[in-house]
Structures are given as C-alpha cells and as structure tokens.
C-alpha cells in the first residue's frame, strides 16, 4: 500500500486509490481512511495539474500563461515530487522520524512530511483552471472556445496573491509573479528596444496592428503599418500614459527602420551626433540597443509603478537624444506649425484675402458661358478646386521682390493643397471622443461645394503630426474662411456704394434733378433698415474675427511655441522672410536660426510624443475656445453666414434694378419698378432673420460665459502650463467679447 501511495504522489495513477476511497475497501480504520484520503487527493492534484500544465504549455495562445504553466510543473511540482522521493528515502532508510518500532510506517508522519502542500495545490489548481477558462480541450490540447484569460489579468491576478496573508503561497505566487512580469518584459523589450511585435503570443500583447493595409514605402513592397494600443490587454499597474509613451518607442522605431534613417531626411550639421554614422550605415536601433537594455534591466520583480515609468521614460528620452533628434529637430516643427498658423489659421491676411477672391472667381466662371445650363459645367472638379490654390499661391509670390524669399509659402506649395472633400470614415480617431456625426460644417461655403485644405506628411513630420490632426486644422480653416468670405462680400457692398455715378442727361434739367432726389431719398428711406442690417453683420464679424484671431489663435499659438523652445512673441514677419543668398547658403543645412530657436533651446529638445500631445491640446482648446465644439453656436452661425451671403448678393442685384428704375423715373409702373419691389420685400425678411440670429448668437454666448466659469485664457493657462492665466496674456475670454459686442447699445432687436 505505501508503494501504490508513493506511486499516486509522484504523480502516476494508480487503481488502488481512487480521489475517495470507497466505503468497503478492507482492513483500514476511520482514521486511517482519513489520512489515506488527504495523500491520495495530494497525488491526484498532481496528477491533474501535470496534465493541465501539459495542455496549457503546448496550445495555449498566451505567451505568459505558458510560461507559467511551465513554472508550476518545472519548479513547484518538481518540488513536490523531491518531497515524495525525500519521504520515500527516508522510509527505506528506516529514518526514526518515519518508521517506528518493527518497521511500522505510521500514516501519520507521512501526512506529517506533506503539510502545507494542500494548500498549494490547490492554489495551482485554481491557476491551472483559470488560465484553461475559455478554452475546449480536445485530445490534450486546448483550443480557443470563448474568452479566454489574458496575460494581463494573469499579472493582475497575481500581485493580489502576494497579500493574501499564507507565507507559503505568498512566496508562490511571488516566484510566479516574477515568471509572468519576465515573460511580460521580454514581449516588451521586443517592442521598445527593435520596434516589432513579438512573433509569439502577438494577440496577448496590448500593442496591435491597426486594421487595414497600411501605407506603402515608395516602390517597394514593404507596408508601412500604423499601431494601436489595448487598454485591456494592460497590466494594471501600467497607466495610460506609460501605454502611450510605450506606443510612441515602438512605432518610432518600426517607421523609422522602415523608412530609413537620417539619410533620408538630411539633419542640419549642427543636429549630427555620434549616432549618425549608425543610422545611416545600420538599423537605428542597433544603436541604442546597449543603452536602453540597461534601463530595462534594472527592474526587478514585483515591478513599481515608479521605477517602470522612470525606465521607459529614459528609453523615449535617449530614443529622442539620439535617433529622433537628428530625425526631427524641433525647429522644423515650428516651421511646420507656422505653416498651419499662416494658411489653416488664416494668420497671414493676404491669403485669405486671395483665396477667397480665387474661389469667387472660380464660381464665375463655372458659370460664365453659353452652356451654364448644362449640369456637366455645374459640377466642381478636382482640377478646379486645385487651381484655386495654386492660383493664390502664384499671386502671393508676385508680393516679393527679387531679394526677398518666402520659405514659408515654398514650404506651404510643397505640402497644402485645396481638394474636394472625400469620406473619412477610414480614418481613425485616436482620442475616445470622435467628432459627432452630424457636426456642422463649413467646407462647402467657400467654393460651393464640400472641399478640404490638406497638408501632405511627409517622413519623418508623421512622428509629429497625424492626419486627425490635419483634419481638425481643415475644420478650422472651414470655419475661418467662410466667415472671412461673407466679411468681404459685405463689405464689397459699400465699396461699390460709393463709386455710384450720376445718370447722364440730368445735370442741366433741374425739374428733372429735383424728382431723382426726392426718389433717392424716399429710396434710402426705405433702405435704411437693410444697410443697417448689413452694417451690424459686419461689426459682428469684423469683432468675432478680431477677438478669434487676437484673443485666442494668437496667444495660445505662441504659448505652443514657446514650449517647443521658441519665443512666444515673435514675429511671423520676420522670421519668413530672408534674402536668397542667406536662404541658399543655409539650404544644405535645413532651416535658419530666424525661428528663435537657441542651441540651448534644442539641446533640451523634449520627444516629439510630448510635442505632439501639446499640440493636441492646442487643436482641443482651439476647437473649443472658437466655439466649434458648442452644441449650438456652429448651426447658428452657419444660418447667419448663409443669409448674409444671401444678403449680399440680394442688395448688389438692387443696383441694376434701380439703374432701370431711374432711367424710367416718370414711368413708375414699368417691370424694373416692380422686380425692386419683390427685391425689397425679401430683403427686408432676409434682415429680419438676420438680426435673430445675432440676437440668438449672443444670447448664446451669455450662456457660454456662465457656463464656463474660468475664462479661456485662464483654460489656456492651464493646459500649457499648469497655472491660471492672470487676463493679460490674452487667450480670449468671452466676457471681452460680449463687452465689445455690446448687443444692446447696437440695436440688435428686431424691427
């Protein structure tokens, strides 16, 4: 019988000790029954968890639970199975501790040798039987059939065992924990130290490829792939932000061993570093291997938040010191930036002027002809909407002299162009909160149809910018040149108010002089209430632009220059304008130092994940703070855009109709009489509209006011430096704006 019992404990089967002995097996006593039941259950836990372990290890698709499972047969089980053969050794040798008086094997001091080991058994057991949770076993081997457990919540699962308060299972599960978080750092290392996915257990790591067939790598073959991060596949101990720097190294490395290393994009001499010579001549992260397996293998088991974040914070900053500072230097983000300031953000004012001029002219001429009626010539096309831009684009370089050179507008020619818009629902958002579905836009008030400015990224901008980020600067461009158009064609309006001429004919006729100004006064007197209208239109826009352009776009743009290291007050004038001589001297060398940018400044250079997530915040506060994230104020204000643009062309078909009029003054009856009849009619309810919808727009930027309780300077203050804005940077409260509105003082009721 003892035999059998060792036999059964060492892990082997055997006929004569079922999990319960039976009722009628001879010859043993209560307590011996007892005793025979608690050894027989330790071998035949064993005997499952060899099997579960077996099962888990050769199919499970965890990398971790694997490597547990091979933990707890190859240490924990192996040390059961040292016990038995100690036990057993100590029977044969007739040890006194075990064998008494004539050989007599007492079953007590047997059970005596296992104490403990129940507990830890059935500790694995439970393991064994979460990480098969999910899975069907058929023939031995496990298959997916459900959820299965992640290597995440293993981790998880463990770092709470290690306080369950057994000295003993605490110290398995330490040893465990040690197995998993290993397992864990090698899928890791894999990751932040090469930039690839690991080849086993991919699906359990919680960085993914996105889905779709990723972008192809000039004439090759090769797809550049983009990555996504699972928020359920992390450890808990992992924050979100050391998942997204963790991000950030990886797909660094991947684009940039695919792409290729400073070769590619030239660095300015001043940039290279020792590092250089092995971008240019190996993999880039061959060179940085050494280093950044240091920082990894200080920790230790069970891993600290602290010192895990400390550790990839080291790696993404000798990744940015080295490799992605020669890459991308900060002063080639300014440019960039200054680029979506000037043409996006509408900051250079004689490019919005010209691009709304050109796509006026565009709409003219589509229908300008002897075959307007056809609907093939009343269909934007792709070459149109381009021709605009490059037309503007043409008239802006005629501005310079010949020593002058705008590196700017090069750059802008180089990567923005203007296109039809096309649906976007591939693209995808990386911030939880996507832009609502029926969000109100402006692309189509410019030209008439739905059209989008694009900015092209080029290696190595695409560590910097994404194209979610494009699109919210399109948005912004939409909502900016719409109502910079409806501004100028109201204004147009007095513009050719005053180049009026007298009629001929009428000089030398005084009878005839006296009834054309009676009728001209009676007329004025009837259009005293559209030209007032106009007139506050256009105070609300001229102050609404104002305060966008001064209060929030300005100050809130130099605060994010400043923290990549240039001066917030400076100058766009200054800075992109240089004479050629000074430009082709520097051309090898990337762009000059007229950025503000000090050796200092880019010595200190943070990484672009940082740089780019004030960025993102920018685009936030932007979206925000120019009212375009209101539930409200956008389809109003789209409502008062479109009525004033129906105002204005309204009142310049006045002109012709009252030309008809005062040429047949003594008739009048006659058809143009009555066509500036109907005319003034839906004026006049045109400005009724209007003026609601002013009235509408103010009322709900009272709300905004109250609602937000701190200003958008002091929010500007705090998302770019932590601290409340004192009011006099700027960064645009709205309590300046209603007082500069001053609806009532205005006359904004209706009449």
Known sequence: MLHELFIILSGHPSPLFAPHLPATFPLVSPSERELLNSLSSLGNSHIALRQQCAQIASSHPSTIAKALASAVDAYHLQKFRDQVVKVEASVLKRESGVVGGYDI??????????????????????????????????????????????????????????????????????????????????????????GRLPNLGGEDFFVAEKEGDGERVGDSDVMLKDFKAEKKLLPEFVTDEIASSILFIGRSLSHVRIRGGASLYAPAAKYKSSTAATLSGSSPELGLLPTNLAFLQTLRSPLVPQKFSSAIASIRLSLSQHTLHTLLPSQKIVDVLYVFREFFLLGRGEFAITVVAQADESVRNRFRGKNTALISNSILKEGEVAAVLTRTYGILS????????????????????????????????????????????????????????????????????????????????????????????????????????ALPGLANDRTASNKRRDALNRRAQKERFIWATAGLVVFFLETLGAYWQGEVIEPSFNRLIGILGGPRGQRKNNSRKRKR???????????????????????SQQDPESLSKAHRLFLNFLLQALFLSDPTF??????????????????????????????????????????????????????????????????????????RGKGAGALVGLIMHGEEDDGSGGGGKVDRLLMRLNWDSMGGGEA
Request: with cysteine.
């Open 105 to 194: 094997v007492a079953l007590s001091s047997v059970k005596k040798e296992f104490d403990g080991w129940d507990r830890i058994l059935q500790y694995l057991e439970g393991l064994t039987n979460l990480m098969l949770s999910g899975l069907s076993v058929v023939n031995g081997i496990a298959a997916k059939d459900g959820e299965w457990i992640k290597g995440a919540q293993l981790i998880n699962r463990l770092r709470k065992d290690i306080h369950t308060g057994y000295p003993t299972l605490e110290q398995v599960s330490l040893h465990l924990l040690e197995v998993a978080e290993t397992a864990w750092l090698r899928q890791l290392s894999t990751w932040v130290l090469y």
């Open 398 to 501: 005629s501005f310079q002299n010949e020593e002058i050179h705008d590196e700017r507008l090069d750059l802008a020619r180089d990567h923005v162009y203007l296109s039809l818009q096309k649906p976007k629902s591939d693209i995808p958002f990386p911030s939880a909160k996507k832009p609502s579905k029926d969000a109100t836009s402006f692309s189509d008030l410019l030209l008439g149809a739905p059209v989008c400015l694009n900015y092209q990224i080029a290696w190595p901008m695409e560590l910097f910018l994404t194209q979610s980020d494009v699109d919210k600067y399109d948005r912004i461009f939409g909502y900016l040149a719409a109502s910079r158009k409806c501004l100028i064609k109201l204004q147009e309006l007095w513009y050719k108010r005053r180049k009026k001429t």
């Open 581 to 603: 001589s000074d430009s082709m001297a520097t051309a090898r060398d990337g762009f000059s130092d007229d950025s503000g940018l000090s050796s200092k400044s880019l010595e």
């Open 634 to 707: 956008p389809n109003t204000y789209r409502q008062l855009l479109e009525i004033s643009q129906n105002l204005s062309a309204w009142i310049a078909r006045l002109e012709p109709l009252h030309n008809l009029v005062d040429l047949g003054v003594d008739k009048p009856k006659d058809t143009g009489a009555s066509e500036v009849s109907d005319q003034m009619a839906e004026l006049e309810e045109g400005c009724r509209q209007a003026r609601r919808l002013l009235g509408r727009l103010v009322e709900r930027l009272h709300e905004v006011d109250e609602n």
